[in-house]
Structure formats: C-alpha cells, structure tokens
C-alpha cells in the first residue's frame, strides 16, 4: 500500500454510547438532500390525483372535525370559525404524527441499505423530517388562505406577534416526533410488537391533546397534565398565534421545551446504541 497515500474519511468504531459525531451529519448533507428529494417523489407516485392529496387530506379531515365535533358533538372553538379552528390543529398535528410513524420503523424499513453501506444512521430520520416540513408547508399555505378569506369576510381574528414563533413551534413539533420516533424504532428492532401500537398510540396522544378542543374546557386541576403532554402548548400556542385565540402560559411552553429536549436527547442515545448491533437482531 502506498504510505502517501492521504484518505479523505476514516471509519472508525464508536468507543462509547455518548460517542455521537453529530458533525458527521453534516459531512454527510447531500446524502440527506437525496433522502428528501426520494421521500417526497415517492409519497404520491403512481397516484391518480398526485400532489393534490397535499390539500385534499388536511381538508377532509377538517370536515370529518367539523360535522363530528362541531356539528353533532358541539365542542366549544372559543369562538373561532369551526374550519378554521378544526384545520389549525389537523396540519399541526398531521406533521407531528408524520414525523412520528415515518421514523419508528427506520431500522426495520431501511435494514436493507444499512447492512450494505455505512453512512450515518441517523441521516434516514433526518431527511424524514424534513421532507414532511415541505408537506406542512404546502398545508401550512391552505390554512392561510382559508384564514385570509375569513378575514375578508368579517370574522373578528386576530392574528398577532407570536406568529414570529412558528418556526420554533415548526421545530420543536421536528424534535418531538423525531425523538419519539426513533425511540420507538430502536425497541422494534427488538420488539417487533410495538410497531402495532404506534398507531393506536398516535391515536390516543391525539385525543390527549387540543386538536378537537380548546385547552380552556380543560378544568384548572388538570391543566398540569395538559403542560406534560408538549405536543398541547405547541399546538394551543400555533391557535393564539394566528387566530387570536388559545390559552398557554409561558411555563407550559417551557415545560414543553424540556420534556422534547429530554426525549429527543435520550431518543438519539439509544439509537446510537442500537444501531452498532442491529444488524444482528433485525
């Protein structure tokens, strides 16, 4: 072998479980913009309607909400338009939950490349992430104009400042469905089981939180248990925000800040550890 021969990367072993190397992500960056260019090509190919299912999903499940719980079930939306209220929590939520179930199964959907190739692991949830921000985005535009023609119409709503924060609230929704992503991934690897109760799990979380409902019918007693769940001040806080209506308080939000901090942390930790020995178990 030639010795001025110069490598330009060396792969080495991981000495230990806090050994993460997050620079290598970004060494590894255009890998991350191809897993994101392959997801979103994917999500609709060989669809009839293609691109439109963007727009057709958040807007049928906001009338599903509105006939169910507006309608027939007549939960309060403190006074704000039952579409606009029903379609504020569907796109926060939908990105969340997206987030979520498209990464749980990272280790078992992707065991294939994995065994073939080394590159960082953690690029796979990344670009996942990512890609359904661009998804959000294209929502994220529908309930702007829906809120703009409200506006337009006479609807007292009363956007304000804390839209500035939207992009905080966009990322910390990123770092929770992450973090409880690929913990759940990391388990499956062993317990293939958990896979089952993602979505039922989803489900039940989605109940738990102001989606369908406004934090204010939620007696005083309990709101502590509203501030656990991080996923309630984000989207209550996204509600205030652009329609002028929603009861957070500063330490719900910090609350919900450190619990995703906690989760997203520990969530990389054990997948840097699973991922060293996967192979054998998948």
């Known amino acids: 072998m030639d010795k001025d021969k110069s490598w330009t990367d060396i792969i080495k072993p991981r000495a230990g479980v806090l050994n993460l190397n997050l620079g290598e992500i970004w060494h590894y960056r255009d890998l991350i913009i191809l897993f994101i260019k392959r997801n979103f090509s994917i999500q609709y190919k060989q669809s009839i309607l293609g691109p439109l299912w963007f727009f057709i999903q958040p807007l049928m499940t906001t009338v599903v909400f509105t006939v169910i719980f507006g309608s027939i079930a007549k939960i309060s939306t403190d006074g704000t338009p039952q579409i606009l209220f029903y379609m504020a929590g569907t796109i926060m939520w939908s990105y969340f939950a997206n987030c979520l179930n498209s990464t749980s199964d990272t280790f078992i959907v992707n065991a294939a490349i994995f065994g073939k190739v080394y590159f960082p692991r953690l690029t796979v949830p990344i670009s996942t992430v990512l ?6 985005l294209i929502q994220f535009l529908t309930f702007i104009a829906f809120l703009v023609y409200y506006q337009l119409h006479g609807e007292s709503l009363k956007p304000n400042i804390y839209m500035l924060l939207s992009p905080f609230l966009l990322i910390e929704m990123a770092a ?16 293939r089981d958990l896979r089952f109760l993602v979505v039922f799990g989803v489900q039940l979380w989605m109940y738990a939180t102001p989606v369908v409902y406004p934090m204010s019918i939620i007696p005083e ?15 209550e806080s996204f509600r205030y925000a652009f329609l002028g209506r929603g009861t957070v308080t500063f330490i719900e939000l910090l609350t919900s800040g450190i619990v995703t901090l906690i989760i997203l942390s520990s969530g990389i930790l054990i997948f840097n550890r699973v991922e060293k020995n996967f192979m054998d178990i998948v």
């Open 131 to 136: 890609t359904n921000i661009l998804t959000f």
């Open 176 to 191: 929770l469905g992450m973090g409880v992503g690929i913990w759940v991934s990391s388990l499956t690897t062993k317990y």
């Open 221 to 235: 007693k309990w709101r502590f248990l509203m501030g656990l769940n991080p996923m309630a001040p984000i989207l």
